[in-house]
């Protein structure tokens, strides 16, 4: 049977976007209009790819996409997105000068993700640690007025994540794309206009 799903594995597969996860981040831009030409985005969750590679034709040859994964990313990246193999919470040494090299950015974007379990809470909360790590790296190395994308689990800690960020950005949304599996429980938080 045709299902929903299999129409954005089937997009993605055609065009050239190695996950479907690309859509997701399609769809917050369409709605808020992010990405623009020579912006730099530091990307943290970034394997297989998508987000980097479809990052990386947004801001063009003049930008650069930081892309940070625990796994190394498997497509070929135009040569203005740098990749970086290490644990977004505790950035190596390569990855820690680029970010100063770099710095400041004017969007930060997350789709990490626990492996989940099945165990609810436990992936909630793992799901919020994560966020919470996205929000701490926004708050270092985007520029004033930079934008923040992160994926979070919904559960009991939304609205603490959502309260924190709120400090911090002018205006926060709230977005489940379409592209985004309706019984999963994830969606993304937007961060617009760092203070
Ligand atoms: C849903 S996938 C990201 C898909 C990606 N946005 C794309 O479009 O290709 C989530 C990723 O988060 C990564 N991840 C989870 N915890 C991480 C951490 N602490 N540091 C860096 N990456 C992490 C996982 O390795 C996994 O590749």
Known sequence: MKTYQDY????AKKEKYPARSVYKLQEIDKKFRL???????????A???????????????????????LNPLSIE????????????TSPN????????????FDLVISDMAPKTTGIKFADQARSYELALTALEVALNWLKKGGCF????FAGPDVPEFLK???KHFKSVKQVKPK???????????VGLEKK
């Open 149 to 152: 994308i992160v994926k979070i």
């Open 35 to 45: 990405f623009k030409k020579g912006q730099k985005v530091l990307d943290l969750g």
């Open 179 to 189: 592209s985004s599996r309706a019984e999963s429980k994830e969606f993304f938080v």
């Open 8 to 11: 954005y594995f089937k997009k």
């Open 93 to 104: 040494e390569e990855l820690q000068e680029t970010l100063e090299k770099e710095g400041p």
């Open 164 to 166: 924190e960020t709120r």
């Open 47 to 69: 394997c297989p790819g998508s987000w980097s590679l479809w990052a990386s034709q947004k801001v063009g040859e003049k930008g650069l996409v930081v892309a940070v994964d």
């Open 77 to 88: 990246l135009p040569g203005w997105v740098q990749v970086f193999t290490c644990d977004a």
